[in-house]
DNA sequence: GATTTAATTGAAAACGTTTTCAGATTGCCG
DNA sequence: CGGCAATCTGAAAACGTTTTCAATTAAATC
């Protein structure tokens, strides 16, 4: 009663050719007779038949499918990023297999085990700590593995990126000149490379140009979350922060909500400068300020680099820096 | 120089037993001596077999991978359902492979194939307009689909949802009984049942039941996107509307930015409600009020019902209508 | 200890493709 | 029209599992 899936063979048998021949013209080869051809292609529409993917894969050793490893979703940068890979995956007739880790080690792991068991032909991963075991597991494999939007110091895998450290030099510069002393840094996770080496660095070197003590007081490592943001307009006034240079667009609105429900006027009384430039710095009032990423190209240009990994392709530059860019809105004088 | 990959028939020899009884270790088979599952163990430890996913999918005909066709990630209301998605499937020892169509018809169907073609056990679907050709798609395969927070007028597809009409129909009474006379209805395309046939009805419904004439001039068809919404305020006035109903948050957050940037005061001079409850509500200024969908839920539910769809086991409910609420917060008086 | 029954195991056939290699056909040239 | 190269085609062996069925071994019964 099960629905009879037709095979090749069904399909070679009917056109009275082997089923080399039909997988030949499956596969656009070259090598067949334009009148087999079309008698195998008239067979095909006939019998509505659909090659396996899955026998595909293994037979051939590999599945156009890769793997993608996010912290979440739901967050809009990782989404935009997403989207990007996604769209030049089908590009390149690759789908993506999706998957969340919540920025959790183990589960990183545990997914990317998953992926190389499903034989993926590349990953691609998001995420900034890695820690020691992943970077075995990333070692241990052969299997392309790219890093968008995500740095890891330690390892040697491809990625794509902004320049963190200059574009955080430049905007706490601006942030400087226009006459804040105390500028704030407020940032996720410093054992994330992306925060505690460069954005970080970035802000330290403003600092040390404009002859700025450092001081610890005002960096301010948190969990990226909108949430958390709301909370810190206390703190931030307790050491008598004027501005704040945030590492996250979610934060950020937190941050400044915060002051708005405070009383404190955004950007007279504090200036907030983000990071990531998704849509919400638009939906927000007032508007905020943004170092400028492009989010969907970082993901588009990471699967296309995992595109020449995968095809043994060679590639000019293996960790990229795309171009940043600074966009006042309204959160800044 | 190829990295040797270890198959099964590998640790077989090690262990000196059939390939079988390795099969019957890996999946836990409970036919298999206790001593001789030690020993398999021992070499598949040993040897670091890891089972090729692939093989497996191709020899068992389950792919443990479900299919997830959402019109575009980056829209926080599918990012949301596609996080409670993943997150079950992951429970239950899938993964899902995710691709955005754009509400694109066509793409939609090409990427339906594909997946049936990469032999997903399952399919969950979003997207609300559904032509009569992806109908009949969705007829031809017997790869179960189910339809999360989208419905299809007509066909018959498993789907989760919540009450739209009753929603709907709920709070712009609230909005008629708080003194709006002219309330208007701004939704995304009116050719998805989702709008034209449901919330439009709701509309409708309230409407009559307060005794107000129903005037064409007060609903307004858009595309969704924030944009749009920034750019109707003057459409609004014009038609001396004092409240909205909106049917996608990021649309509500445009037209109330519009609104307040036109100087119209939100809530006092103009009340917005909106329909998804994404956390984008709560980022805007002033809040807003919002229909709350459980959209996670919905995500994971719609999954849920997928697993037993895949394993035949008897669904009682296949249209699934979860409980909606109404958040005021303060787009609203 | 001989049977009977239950628990373990293994051999081999799928699963639906791709790919290699050799054989068959065709076209071209003098 | 013979011969050689170029073009097409098919047989069969992978690819790495699961699964069926029969055979073997161990346990239980009297």
């Known amino acids: 009663m099960d629905k009879q899936t037709i095979t090749i063979y069904d399909v070679a048998r009917e056109a009275s050719v082997s089923m080399a021949t039909v997988s030949r013209v499956v596969n656009g080869n070259a090598n067949v ?26 037979a051939s050793k590999k599945t156009t499918t890769v793997g993608v490893i996010v912290p979440d979703v739901t967050n809009m940068y990782f989404a935009s990023l997403a989207r990007g890979i996604d769209d030049v995956a089908t590009m390149y007739k690759y789908n993506i297999i999706l998957t969340n880790s919540d920025s959790n080690s183990e589960k990183e792991i545990k997914v990317l085990n998953t992926l190389l068991s499903k034989q993926v032909d590349g990953i691609v991963f998001m995420g900034n700590e890695i820690t020691e075991k992943l970077r075995e597991e990333f070692k241990r494999t052969k299997t ?6 995500s740095v890891d110091d330690a390892g040697d895998n491809p990625s794509v990126n902004i320049d963190y450290v200059a574009a955080v030099q430049e905007e706490v510069k601006n942030l400087i000149d226009r006459g804040n002393k105390r500028v704030a840094f407020v940032c996720g996770p410093l054992d994330q490379a992306i925060n505690g080496k460069y954005r970080l660095k970035g802000y330290k070197q403003a600092l040390k140009s404009a002859g700025i003590a450092y001081d610890d007081k005002l960096v301010f490592e948190t969990d990226d979350t909108y949430k958390t943001g709301t909370l810190l307009q206390p703190a931030l006034m307790a050491v008598n922060a004027t501005a704040a240079m945030v590492t996250d667009d979610e934060l950020a609105a937190g941050i400044m909500n915060g002051m708005s429900d405070a009383d404190v006027k955004v950007p007279e009384q504090f200036e907030i400068i983000t990071s ?30 995992l595109t020449k990994l995968m095809n043994n392709e060679p590639v000019d530059e293996k960790n990229v820096l795309l171009p940043y860019g600074l966009m006042k809105r309204e959160s800044t004088k």
Chains 1, 2 share one sequence.
């Open 144 to 149: 392309p593995i790219v890093l968008a939007g």
């Open 276 to 305: 990531n430039d998704t849509k919400l710095t638009e939906m927000v009032r007032p508007k905020m300020s943004s170092i400028t990423q492009p989010l969907y190209d970082i993901g588009a240009v990471s699967m296309r680099l």
């Open 33 to 58: 007779k334009p009148a087999t051809r079309k008698k195998v292609l008239d067979v095909i529409e006939k019998l509505d038949y659909r090659p396996n993917a899955v026998a595909r894969g293994l």
